[in-house]
């Protein structure tokens, strides 16, 4: 078969079968009277192999290696050429997530498009004091897509860059929810805990509602800064958690206060106490945390506080009882 038929029936143009033949990929059975190529069945067989190999990404010396080298492991390659592809991905990835953002931005020109380009660098930069100086000058300068904060602050371990980033999602309003919702479920539990912290900071009713999802969630961490916030929100929902992080001495004064804000409502007050007055019914309690909960009892007004407080001052352990006399001594003093 000659050149020009094997180029129409194998879809490979002659000039491509004529590099094949000088690079020694393929070089005809035979030739004609004339002096042209020509290929029989096995060379067509071959140019197919070429193709197929080809196509999977294989440069033509690698091509040529594997169809001729006795010793050629397709294994390796194979992992090889994974290797590769992912990193293509990868890459294609990021440059596609990019111009998403950018074109989320709208830019009004290109003046705008370099400065939303260089905030989004800034912030993905090696250097924790760049990555914090973006996110704050996200929002007063080219405003930088919500989607590429949220991605920022999920996966920040700076502690002032990922305030910064809180802030600067806060200051977004409610745009970002949707994405740090997804992060609530992600499996990492750090970006559990990343998402909660943002969403924490978001005053709207929309982020209240996603706490007290989170609250209700399996993750105990997620579960606390819930509480935490929702506390300081006002939500009784979150007294059972609180309660249980004063008792396991888990940001135990920030849990305090917040169920102290809870107790400014008289309706709540009582329960509150009641529920911190079951944990010393319970009789397993360690001294340390019936301390823990003498403190907390001091910004819990009412008479179950107080008849708490009276029965801690006669506790057997010296230090329990002296914080407890102490609390009831200034309350009684208002």
């Given at each position: 078969?000659?050149?020009?038929?094997?180029?129409?029936?194998?879809?490979?143009?002659?000039?491509?079968?004529?590099?094949?033949?000088?690079?020694?990929?393929?070089?005809?059975?035979?030739?004609?009277?004339?002096?042209?190529?020509?290929?029989?069945?096995?060379?067509?067989?071959?140019?197919?192999?070429?193709?197929?190999?080809?196509?999977?990404?294989?440069?033509?010396r690698?091509?040529?290696r594997?169809?001729?080298?006795?010793?050629?492991?397709?294994?390796?390659?194979?992992?090889?050429?994974?290797?590769?592809?992912?990193?293509?991905?990868?890459?294609?990835?990021?440059?596609?997530?990019?111009?998403?953002?950018?074109?989320?931005?709208?830019?009004?020109?290109?003046?705008?498009?370099?400065?939303?380009?260089?905030?989004?660098?800034?912030?993905?930069?090696?250097?924790?004091?760049?990555?914090?100086?973006?996110?704050l000058?996200?929002?007063?300068?080219?405003?930088?897509?919500?989607?590429?904060?949220?991605?920022?602050?999920?996966?920040?371990?700076?502690?002032?860059?990922?305030?910064?980033?809180?802030?600067?999602?806060?200051?977004?309003?409610?745009?970002?929810?949707?994405l740090?919702?997804?992060?609530?479920?992600?499996?990492?539990?750090?970006?559990?805990?990343?998402?909660?912290?943002?969403?924490?900071?978001?005053?709207?009713?929309?982020?209240?509602?996603?706490?007290?999802?989170?609250?209700?969630?399996?993750d105990?961490?997620?579960?606390?800064?819930?509480?935490?916030?929702?506390?300081?929100?006002?939500?009784?929902?979150?007294?059972?958690?609180?309660?249980?992080?004063?008792?396991?001495?888990?940001?135990?004064?920030?849990?305090?206060?917040?169920?102290?804000?809870?107790?400014?409502?008289?309706?709540?007050?009582?329960?509150?106490?009641?529920?911190l007055?079951?944990?010393?019914?319970?009789?397993?309690?360690?001294?340390?945390?019936?301390?823990r909960?003498?403190?907390?009892?001091?910004?819990?007004?009412?008479?179950?506080?107080?008849?708490?407080?009276?029965?801690?001052?006669?506790?057997?352990?010296?230090?329990?009882?002296?914080?407890?006399?102490?609390?009831?001594?200034?309350?009684?003093?208002?």
């Open positions: 078969m000659l050149i020009g038929d094997v180029a129409r029936r194998s879809g490979v143009s002659a000039r491509m079968l004529r590099h094949y033949d000088s690079l020694g990929l393929v070089r005809p059975t035979g030739r004609t009277h004339a002096g042209y190529r020509e290929y029989s069945s096995e060379d067509i067989r071959r140019i197919f192999h070429i193709e197929s190999l080809r196509s999977l990404g294989l440069s033509l690698e091509v040529g594997a169809l001729d080298d006795p010793g050629f492991t397709p294994s390796e390659l194979v992992a090889d050429l994974i290797r590769q592809t992912r990193e293509r991905i990868a890459a294609e990835t990021e440059l596609l997530a990019r111009l998403c953002r950018i074109g989320a931005a709208e830019p009004a020109g290109w003046e705008d498009v370099l400065q939303t380009v260089a905030l989004l660098q800034a912030l993905g930069s090696k250097s924790a004091g760049t990555r914090q100086r973006a996110a000058s996200s929002v007063d300068e080219v405003p930088v897509p919500v989607e590429a904060l949220v991605e920022a602050a999920l996966s920040e371990t700076d502690p002032n860059v990922a305030g910064a980033l809180r802030w600067a999602l806060a200051q977004s309003g409610d745009d970002g929810l949707a740090l919702a997804e992060g609530l479920g992600s499996p990492a539990a750090e970006v559990r805990k990343r998402a909660v912290q943002c969403i924490a900071e978001m005053p709207s009713g929309k982020a209240t509602a996603l706490l007290r999802d989170a609250l209700a969630g399996p105990l961490v997620v579960r606390r800064y819930a509480a935490l916030a929702l506390g300081a929100r006002g939500v009784a929902d979150a007294v059972p958690t609180l309660i249980g992080m004063i008792v396991e001495e888990t940001n135990d004064v920030d849990a305090a206060d917040a169920l102290s804000v809870l107790a400014s409502r008289p309706e709540l007050a009582d329960q509150i106490a009641a529920g007055a079951d944990c010393l019914a319970d009789g397993t309690v360690e001294s340390s945390a019936r301390r909960l003498a403190q907390a009892f001091a910004d819990i007004p009412g008479s179950a506080a107080s008849r708490a407080l009276t029965d801690l001052s006669q506790d057997e352990d010296r230090a329990v009882a002296l914080t407890a006399a102490y609390i009831l001594g200034i309350r009684n003093a208002r």
